[in-house]
């Protein structure tokens, strides 16, 4: 007996696959308009169309597992992005190369998306929550291509003080997360602001990035 739509396994895997994504995506949606604290799994499960209430559990564990989940989809592209950026950089003496590799992985992500996309608004909303914010940092940082990145802009700024160091990485993070953010918004909403466009947001977001990290360090207490 010939059987067809492939074997039955196959099918499972695509149809879980089809789920994630699903659940993925409205979570995205979800968090990005209520916030990560309003929204619970069992909501998530009941906006993506699953008739199990546990979808998120099954699928992801916790929350937690999921806003991972989400966070590595946003990364894994990146990564791609930024590591093509510093093999074209190489070992360039410009402070602001390196500082592109930090901002244009995210610009032209966000771009690719299209309009309209609430992506970056769901890690603006990730980033209020300090637990679930440990984990954008986690899976952010740890990637090589931002760890080459970093190395390649502290290289060039030998003379910055540890303390100096991690307070302006703080203010850099919040920085593009929530330019990103409210650049989203306004593209969608199609405000004035939309006039420019993520490449010109990027070269604003590296201005004001360079200019951070080379002001003078003052003395801390």
Same mark, same amino acid.
């Given at each position: 007996?010939?059987?067809?739509?492939?074997?039955?396994?196959?099918? +499972?895997? @695509?149809?879980?696959?089809?789920?994630?994504?699903?659940?993925? !995506?409205?979570?995205?949606?979800?968090?990005?308009?209520?916030?990560? $604290?309003?929204?619970?799994? /069992?909501?998530?499960?009941?906006?993506?169309?699953?008739?199990? %209430?546990?979808? @998120?559990?099954?699928?992801?564990?916790?929350?937690?597992?999921?806003?991972?989940?989400?966070?590595?989809?946003?990364?894994?592209?990146?990564? +791609?992005?930024?590591?093509?950026? *510093?093999?074209?950089?190489?070992?360039?003496?410009?402070?602001?190369?390196?500082?592109?590799?930090?901002?244009?992985?995210?610009?032209?992500?966000?771009?690719?998306?299209?309009?309209?996309?609430?992506?970056?608004?769901?890690?603006?909303?990730? %980033?209020? @929550?300090?637990?679930? +914010?440990?984990?954008?940092? !986690?899976?952010? @940082?740890?990637?090589?291509?931002?760890?080459?990145?970093?190395?390649?802009?502290? /290289?060039?700024?030998?003379?910055?003080?540890?303390?100096?160091?991690?307070?302006?990485?703080?203010?850099?993070? *919040?920085?593009?997360?929530?330019?990103?953010?409210? /650049?989203?918004?306004?593209?969608?909403? $199609?405000?004035?602001?939309?006039?420019?466009?993520?490449?010109?947001?990027?070269?604003?977001?590296?201005?004001?990035?360079? $200019?951070?990290?080379?002001?003078?360090?003052?003395?801390?207490?």
């Amino acid at each position: 007996m010939v059987t067809s739509g492939g074997p039955a396994p196959e099918r +499972r895997g @695509v149809r879980a696959k089809d789920t994630r994504e699903a659940l993925l !995506d409205t979570a995205e949606r979800l968090f990005a308009e209520r916030g990560v $604290g309003e929204v619970s799994a /069992r909501q998530i499960s009941e906006a993506a169309g699953q008739a199990n %209430n546990f979808a @998120v559990g099954y699928h992801f564990g916790s929350k937690a597992g999921l806003v991972r989940a989400i966070v590595r989809r946003y990364t894994h592209d990146m990564e +791609r992005r930024r590591l093509r950026l *510093l093999a074209e950089i190489g070992e360039s003496e410009e402070l602001r190369d390196w500082i592109s590799c930090l901002v244009r992985p995210a610009t032209d992500h966000l771009e690719a998306l299209g309009v309209p996309s609430v992506r970056a608004q769901c890690i603006a909303q990730i %980033n209020t @929550v300090p637990a679930m +914010r440990q984990i954008v940092i !986690d899976e952010s @940082v740890a990637t090589p291509s931002m760890q080459a990145s970093l190395a390649g802009m502290f /290289r060039l700024l030998p003379g910055l003080p540890e303390e100096t160091r991690r307070d302006r990485a703080d203010m850099s993070r *919040l920085l593009l997360v929530h330019a990103l953010a409210e /650049r989203e918004r306004a593209l969608n909403e $199609g405000a004035p602001l939309s006039s420019a466009g993520w490449d010109d947001a990027a070269t604003a977001l590296i201005d004001a990035l360079t $200019g951070l990290w080379t002001a003078p360090a003052g003395r801390h207490r």
